[in-house]
């Protein structure tokens, strides 16, 4: 029985050293540069970058992984899991607007996990020879390019004493309430959370067979949970073949996702729900036309609220290319659990709970309530009063906690949020929780995710979940940008606590910002009875969000408070 990612390496690079493994679009686009590396070279390469790592005496401590995307992110990751070496995944910085961001994220990241090599590509590992003046600390931290460890290397590699509580990896969370914290993923974790997505989302050897091993095309980061332990770590876990390409390529031309898929026409894809409102914004007759996507059959969808609006026009636009509404997969997940927690039914459209005709959107098909599946097997998820203790019935609201085998060990050297997150115990239940700061409820068995815990909106004692009111904005004009609304509330003085709304405007409609304004007042008035404080219009793309694509409230609130939002126009009704 494999013991860890590294056993089925070796297994893989056994049985079938010249199948792909992985392919990389160079510019996104299949008819562009490819490079491809199969199970044999990339167990030679995995090995040759572990054997350096062991060298040096560097088992059991932490490397920094600082990649552009490509093929060699994956040879460094799997190189120190073979090494016993703990990866921590980063983002190199990139460009004067990121670089600030970029390196405010490493320096702590750098200082929180100890880490004492960084692997990366030969222009990262360049352009950090150039910023000792930023970063002191690189004096005392050895950076190595990966590509420049020779093949022969590969030959002293000594497998490692790796047991399932061995920590593999640092998965730093995207911090969407809170500073990021090191999550401890341990070999363990990794091979059931595979063991999980494999199940949920039907991976099974006939499908396999079926699809010609063509199992992922994905975008999504890797240095990400949603894109390195979904397409890039379930590939290698199965010993299937996966597409990849940059998120810079895709953001630049949505298109190419689709391209992508009409092409290797693989079994599973996905990303957070903003990825599908982009290809509809690029689905022209002529792109449908040549477009051909009936073997998609899991178009997971996760990391932000899922939207009812989405997943509709999603069927109704791609339909004509092919596509089937039973192949939309909504999902939950979060670092803590490794990953996935929850997931839809293969071959099974999403399930909707139409809004009531008495609440909030009255009836409205769009806004219905959307499920994200059931928990996989092994995974134990209750919804929880935490106050008190006790699990709630079906249909109640309360925060979702999860149990299992996915479930990570904790945080990297924070004892007191681990304790807090990870030790949750229920008065009727025996064993540990981990809570998860995410509101939802249950449903015949399913769950349906409502919000955050902390990003809850109390007001005269009656509580308001963000994605409501942001749901009814965005639903009030067409100008507003779907998933990308942030609600906060902020002292109205003797009103006491008001609602703010910023919401991301079309430029184009700058004639109809007034208006714009007027009805999304009317809107959350109507509808959740409540009064505005603010409404303020802003340039596309400018609301803060993690990088897997959640809004990020408290940043915005933040922004709004020190008056550095990128406001539209004259757009702020003050």
Excluded at 454 to 460: A, E, G, Q, R
């Amino acid at each position: 029985m494999a013991r860890s990612l590294v056993d089925l390496l070796t297994k893989h690079a056994s049985h079938q050293p010249d199948r792909t493994a992985y392919r990389y679009l160079v510019t996104g686009d299949c008819d562009g540069e490819i490079q491809d590396i199969s199970y044999g070279r990339l167990a030679e390469r995995s090995r040759a970058v572990a054997s350096w790592l062991q060298e040096r005496g560097l088992a059991g401590s932490r490397a920094m992984l600082l990649y552009p995307p490509g093929l060699e992110f994956i040879c460094g990751y799997l190189g120190c899991l073979s090494a016993g070496v703990v990866a921590v995944p980063g983002v190199p910085p990139q460009g004067r607007s990121q670089n600030h961001r970029a390196l405010t994220r490493m320096k702590r990241l750098i200082a929180d996990a100890d880490a004492k090599v960084i692997l990366g590509g030969r222009e990262v590992i360049a352009a950090l020879g150039t910023m000792a003046e930023h970063l002191p600390e690189l004096a005392e931290i050895t950076c190595v390019a990966t590509e420049d460890i020779p093949d022969a290397a590969a030959g002293s590699w000594r497998e490692p004493d790796l047991t399932a509580d061995s920590v593999a990896f640092l998965q730093y969370t995207s911090g969407s309430t809170s500073a990021p914290r090191g999550v401890m993923v341990t070999h363990g974790n990794l091979l059931d959370n595979e063991r999980v997505i494999t199940e949920r989302m039907g991976h099974t050897p006939d499908t396999l067979a079926e699809y010609d091993h063509e199992l992922f095309v994905s975008w999504l980061p890797v240095y990400h949970d949603m894109g390195l332990i979904g397409p890039v770590l379930n590939t290698v876990y199965l010993g299937a073949t996966a597409t990849l390409f940059s998120p810079l390529h895709f953001l630049q031309q949505p298109q190419r996702w689709l391209t992508a898929l009409s092409h290797y026409r693989p079994h599973t894809s996905g990303g957070p729900n903003f990825a599908y409102e982009l290809c509809l914004k690029q689905a022209t007759p002529d792109l449908l036309d040549g477009l051909d996507l009936s073997r998609w059959k899991v178009a997971f969808n996760g990391a932000e609220p899922v939207r009812a609006a989405t997943l509709r026009r999603f069927t109704e636009t791609f339909g004509t290319a092919g596509f089937r509404r039973e192949a939309l997969y909504p999902c939950y997940g979060l670092a803590e659990a490794t990953l996935m927690v929850t997931g839809g039914s293969v071959a099974a459209p999403p399930t909707l709970i139409e809004a009531p005709e008495t609440g909030p959107h009255a009836g409205a098909a769009d806004a219905a309530a959307v499920g994200s599946g059931r928990p996989g097997p092994g995974v134990t998820l209750v919804i929880a009063d935490p106050e008190r203790q006790q699990e709630l019935p079906d249909g109640e609201v309360g925060e979702i906690w999860v149990r299992g085998a996915s479930v990570a060990k904790g945080y990297w050297r924070n004892t007191l949020a681990t304790r807090e997150n990870f030790r949750a115990t229920l008065k009727d239940r025996e064993g540990r929780f981990l809570r998860t700061g995410d509101l939802g409820f249950l449903r015949d068995g399913e769950l349906f995710v409502t919000g955050r815990l902390k990003d809850l909106i109390v007001i005269d004692g009656r509580n308001h979940y963000p994605q409501d009111l942001e749901l009814s904005a965005e639903m009030s004009h067409p100008a507003l940008r779907p998933g990308c609304t942030a609600t906060f509330s902020v002292d109205g003085g003797v009103e006491g606590e008001q609602p703010v709304i910023v919401a991301e405007a079309a430029p184009e409609a700058a004639d109809e910002f007034e208006k714009i304004t007027d009805q999304i007042r009317s809107a959350i008035g109507e509808a959740h009875g409540l009064s505005v404080r603010d409404v303020v219009l802003v340039h596309p793309g400018t609301i803060p969000k993690t990088s897997s694509g959640k809004i990020q409230r408290r940043a915005s609130r933040t922004a709004y408070l020190d008056g550095t939002l990128s406001v539209v126009g004259a757009a702020a009704a003050r």
